[in-house]
């Protein structure tokens, strides 16, 4: 008995991670298009990240040890 307990609570638990589209709440609506654009952007359009809030990675990664260039705003801190 024990033994089909663990896969047929895994089974039971992995509809739970089912998605639907997103809709928004009942009564609500979605906010209202941005200045100069006729139709609402959709649920999935407004969740999407711009490229500025999720850039990509543009450094590549350093393979061996290398000496550092002099940087000129690297400056000791003033006396004043």
């Known amino acids: 008995m024990r ?3 663990v896969p047929a609570l ?3 638990l992995s509809g739970c991670g089912a998605t639907a589209p997103l809709k928004p709440a009942a ?3 979605l906010p209202v298009a941005p200045y100069g654009v006729e139709q609402k ?3 999935e359009a ?3 990240p711009t490229p500025q809030a ?3 990675r543009s450094v590549e990664l350093r ?3 290398e000496e550092r260039t002099q940087d ?3 400056l000791p801190p003033s006396d004043d």
Do not use: M, N, Q, Y
């Open 41 to 43: 952007p959709g649920a």
């Open 63 to 65: 393979k061996r040890s």
């Open 54 to 56: 999720a850039p990509e």
């Open 27 to 29: 009564g609500k609506e």
């Open 46 to 48: 407004l969740l999407k």
């Open 10 to 12: 895994i089974v039971a």
């Open 72 to 74: 000129p705003f690297d």
């Open 3 to 5: 033994r089909w307990l």
